[in-house]
């Protein structure tokens, strides 16, 4: 089956809309309270005064909780709105992942890698952790791989016509669009448009192009946040001066410079984490004139230097991950089973993964295609059996990540909201799922229910609960649960709506 690319873009799709009805919920709160709640508060369901301290600040972009918005107003049920913005979030990520296949294709260097090849790109599990989520993460790194691949094609058509006017506007327009969903992604593209000039050398007319299109993105993201926020503000300003110069980011919590290194051993889930450090390595130093090199070193170094840490930040670089593990991929291979002199002839050029630079500078794409003839690779049986692991290991924590819930609490919400009377008092102890982080959240609950620490009478209130079974109350009577009946009795805690 796994040989198969099409099976493997078939089973894609599946994951695609499995985990878009089951990953309810959020990863982190800022998915939540930045753009949904905005949304419930733009629709008239929730207080302005109850929203995080960044919508006083305004400091946030307008662009995504305008397309909730949108989708909240045509659908008009909350659950169905965040399914909706999933499923298009996976369909986005599954598209880009599919472009990075047939991009990479051509420049295998055997033909047997391309199973492999399409399981990096379509069946990676951290592509579909982050890509389901509708989230400023997923949708810039989206964006900006979607601009960098449209650039690197019409480069290779070379074409010098008013489609390539076309494309050169497409390209600014989706790099603007990626820094409007989150502003950190300036630093990729401002890597990337260095590349552009000292090492591409690419035409002045063809940048401005470029650029201007850019400004024609970032004039909807302004026109998004003066809806946000009801009035003309500079939120990328606003953005930086609360986070860098007044300092709050680094009130969130405060990692040493080799943070992130421990971040993503740790989350990215060993061995398999070990790739993702010392692939991207191998690639910038055997690859230092590419332009995913110098796009993606200075966002790193800055974000190593900042002291505020989260893995999520490294998100945006999933979608273009499968270009920079190929390619040092190739290089390992090469060194320790195959043809070195083939990685070492193009040190200086734009690796297979990219994009060819100009005849003048590196020599033309036809020079920088590979003659080799061996079609089929070498290896031997441990580092075969380490690659089977790797994938084994991938495959069982996308099937894990396919049916688990990010929010298991929202699950009881979509009960209340879908079968409880819309005037229904609901005890919640802790808050959750209608309060994240001492934060109240309105976008998942009816504009009549009324939710209490504690039942005001002895009669006619319902209670959600986060326990093991056994300390369910005798006279309760259990009107849902996430704890599949099957499930023998184990020590530990599920959500239970009980009457």
């Known amino acids: 089956m796994f040989k198969s690319v099409h099976n493997q873009f078939y089973l894609a799709v599946a994951i695609l809309l499995l985990a878009s009805w089951f990953s309810i919920g959020f990863h982190q709160s800022d998915e939540h309270y930045q753009i949904l709640e905005f949304a419930a508060m733009r629709a008239g369901h ?48 599954l598209w880009v992942a599919w472009l990075v296949f047939r991009r990479c294709v051509p420049r295998l260097e055997y ?4 199973p492999w090849l399409a399981g990096v790109c379509l069946l990676h599990w951290a592509m579909w952790y982050s890509g389901l989520r509708f989230a400023s993460e997923s949708w810039s790194g989206l964006t900006f791989a979607l601009g960098y691949l449209v650039y690197m094609n019409q480069e290779e058509r070379a074409k010098v016509s008013g489609g390539s006017v076309l494309r050169a506007l497409l390209v600014g327009f989706l790099f603007g669009l990626a820094f409007c969903f989150r502003y950190q992604l300036g630093l990729l593209i401002l890597g990337f448009g260095g590349w552009l000039v000292f090492i591409h050398k690419e035409k002045w007319s063809l940048l401005g192009i470029i650029i201007l299109g850019g400004f024609f993105a970032l004039g909807l993201g302004v026109l998004a946040d003066r809806w946000l926020y009801g009035e003309w503000v500079n939120a990328p300003w606003n953005y930086l001066a609360q986070n860098l110069i007044e300092g709050k980011a680094a009130t969130f919590g405060t990692r040493p410079w080799w943070g992130y290194f421990e971040l993503v051993f740790l989350r990215g889930i060993p061995p398999i984490s070990l790739i993702y450090i010392l692939g991207p390595l191998l690639f910038f130093w055997h690859y230092r004139r590419h332009p995913l090199t110098w796009a993606w070193v200075p966002f790193l170094l800055i974000h190593i230097i900042l002291s505020r840490k989260d893995v999520r930040f490294l998100f945006p670089l999933l979608p273009l ?41 590196s020599g033309s794409e036809a020079s920088q295609k590979l003659t080799n003839p061996v079609k089929r690779s070498k290896m031997n049986s441990r580092w075969r059996y380490a690659v089977y692991l790797v994938a084994v290991l991938n495959f069982g924590i996308l099937s894990v ?9 929202v699950a009881a919400a979509r009960y209340v909201y879908n079968h409880l009377p819309e005037d229904a008092t609901v005890i919640v102890p802790d808050g959750r799922p209608y309060a ?17 620490p504690e039942c005001p009478s002895d009669e006619g209130c319902y209670r959600i609960l986060k326990a093991r079974s056994k300390e369910i109350p005798d006279d309760a009577k259990v009107l849902w649960t996430n704890r599949p009946a099957w499930l023998p009795e ?6 239970w709506v009980v009457e």
């Open 46 to 93: 929730a207080p302005a005064d109850q929203l995080p301290w960044e919508y006083a600040e305004q400091m946030r972009p307008g662009l995504q909780p305008f397309m909730a918005y949108v989708a909240y107003s045509l659908i008009g049920h909350p659950f169905w709105t965040a399914f909706l913005l999933r499923l298009l979030s996976g369909a986005f990520t």
């Open 111 to 114: 033909a047997d890698w391309r």
């Open 321 to 361: 991950l499968p270009i920079v593990l190929i390619g040092a991929w190739q290089v390992g291979y090469n060194y320790f089973f195959g043809l070195p002199q083939v990685g070492a002839s193009r040190r200086s050029s734009s690796n297979g993964s990219g994009a060819s630079r100009r005849s003048s500078s």
């Open 401 to 409: 990540n396919t049916f688990r819930p990010m929010r298991p609490s």
């Open 436 to 452: 994240f982080y001492d934060l109240p959240a309105y976008f998942y609950r009816r504009a009549g229910l009324q939710v209490l």
């Open 490 to 495: 184990l020590n530990q805690k599920w959500y």
